[in-house]
């Protein structure tokens, strides 16, 4: 994971995130830490890891995270600072998604203007349900995926595209929104 590099859709992101400020708001499903390295929270608008990083760690006991050392000198299991065994800070299949970070996004989808929904399959609850929140909202929502979904016919507008050709396409205005 730790080799894996930002892609165009997490660089982009990072650009709008820049353009827009403190109006922009970022809930990812991924747990690679990539929209962070990509430049995302940085520049004045918020990222929030829904399902959590797999770079940090969390002690089983306090609920305290911790970030992990570098592979070379992680030991496994890693102990928090604390003497208690840590395991991944991510949420697993029917674990609950942190309460702070679900009502934050539920919070900024559901007061969006636009809203965009991107690379996702749409199956995955609660987050899944974030589109919808737009939509019942009022916002414009644009979905990005290569594939239909689930989502597809309840939402404004959607591309066809990878996340990386679609952002493109629409950032730079080279894709006609129609109805």
Same mark, same amino acid.
């Given at each position: 994971?730790?080799?894996?590099? +930002? ?31 990509? *430049? ?8 929030? !890891? ?6 940090s760690a969390r002690d089983e006991k306090t609920g305290e995270t911790f970030p992990l050392p570098a592979p070379a000198q992680l030991q496994t299991p890693p102990v928090s +600072? ?5 395991? +991944? ?56 995926? +290569?594939?239909?979904? !689930? ?14 050709? *679609?952002l493109r396409l629409l950032l730079e205005g080279e894709y006609e929104l129609g109805g």
């Amino acid at each position: 994971m730790l080799a894996a590099q +930002p892609n165009e859709g997490h660089r982009l992101l990072a650009e709008l995130e820049a353009q827009k400020g403190a109006g922009f708001f970022l809930a990812t499903q991924n747990v690679d830490g990539l929209h962070a390295r990509a *430049g995302s929270g940085t520049h004045g608008g918020a990222l929030v !890891e829904l399902h959590g990083n797999l770079l940090s760690a969390r002690d089983e006991k306090t609920g305290e995270t911790f970030p992990l050392p570098a592979p070379a000198q992680l030991q496994t299991p890693p102990v928090s +600072p604390n003497g208690n065994r840590m395991r +991944p800070n991510i949420v697993w299949f029917g674990e609950y998604l942190p309460a702070e970070a679900l009502d934050a996004a539920q919070q900024a989808f559901a007061g969006a203007e636009v809203a965009l929904i991107v690379g996702t399959s749409g199956v995955v609850y609660p987050a899944a349900g974030l589109a919808l929140e737009a939509v019942q909202g009022g916002a414009t929502v644009i979905e990005i995926n +290569p594939d239909e979904t !689930e989502l597809t016919p309840l939402l404004t507008f959607s591309l066809r595209e990878k996340a990386g050709q *679609g952002l493109r396409l629409l950032l730079e205005g080279e894709y006609e929104l129609g109805g």
